[in-house]
């Protein structure tokens, strides 16, 4: 139990493109989703907390209009990263907490999505 | 605020060697601890967890106990294998509704 999927897994863009980035708990509801970047050798940046129904929380640093956060469902939570360019290139993984009782204050993480801005 | 340090790598050990990775933290109130493992080119997966003081997790023959006296969570394995080379996250649960906050990670490293 306790999955959750990203999709696509690799997406390669033209510099100026958009890029979607879907990320899903298969088989628990996550009030609660988090999208984080990941550089090469190093840990996890926190960007974003998306609650189902209302506006994502972005941490300080992150550009709200560039990466755009909709939490839609209890099982969908979607990363639009717009007008990309090559520095936005990273892996980007998203993780989703259970909704109850003791898997509440699990994140369980998607496998990434590894973004190439050319 | 609360915080996690974990001990700085890479470790390097060969095939069948003990292993120990050190993580304390900082935290008020009482956090739930994590282990988490990162293969290369994948997110990260639940090793273990924590819930309470004394508690002990264990999953694949990795351990960690809680320890409120020191505030440490440190991994352990008894005898390593080559597929366990993969970076090793600890992470606490901060406030309510809050992402984990992780230590920076330590990569290991086993030899055949």
């Known amino acids: 139990g306790a999955v959750v999927s990203q999709h696509p897994s690799r997406v390669i863009c033209k510099s100026g493109t958009s890029v979607k980035i879907e990320c899903r708990s298969l088989d628990f509801q996550a009030t609660t989703m988090f999208w984080y970047r990941q550089f090469p050798k190093q840990s996890l940046m926190l960007m974003a907390t998306s609650n189902e129904g209302s506006k994502a929380t972005y941490e300080q640093g992150v550009e709200k209009d560039k990466f755009l956060i909709n939490h839609a469902s209890l099982t969908l939570s979607t990363l639009t990263v717009t007008s990309a360019h090559p520095e936005d290139s990273s892996f980007y993984i998203c993780?989703?907490?259970?909704?109850?009782?003791?898997?509440?204050?699990?994140?369980?993480f998607g496998p990434g999505t590894r973004l190439t801005v050319l | 605020g609360d915080s996690v340090t974990q001990m700085e790598g890479p470790v390097t050990l060969s095939e069948e060697a003990f292993l120990t990775i050190n993580c304390t933290y900082t935290a008020t109130g009482y956090p739930s601890l994590f282990w988490y493992v990162q293969y290369p080119g994948e997110g990260l997966q639940l090793l273990l967890k924590?819930?309470?003081?004394?508690d002990k997790g264990s999953n694949k023959g990795f351990e960690a106990t809680y320890r409120k006296e020191t505030t440490s969570f440190h991994l352990e394995k008894g005898s390593v294998q080559v597929s366990d080379s993969a970076v090793y996250f600890c992470a606490l649960s901060g406030q309510a509704g809050t992402a984990l906050i992780f230590g920076k990670g330590t990569t290991l490293s086993v030899s055949s």
């Open positions: 993780s989703a907490r259970g909704l109850a009782g003791y898997e509440r204050d699990t994140q369980y």
């Open positions: 924590a819930t309470k003081a004394d």
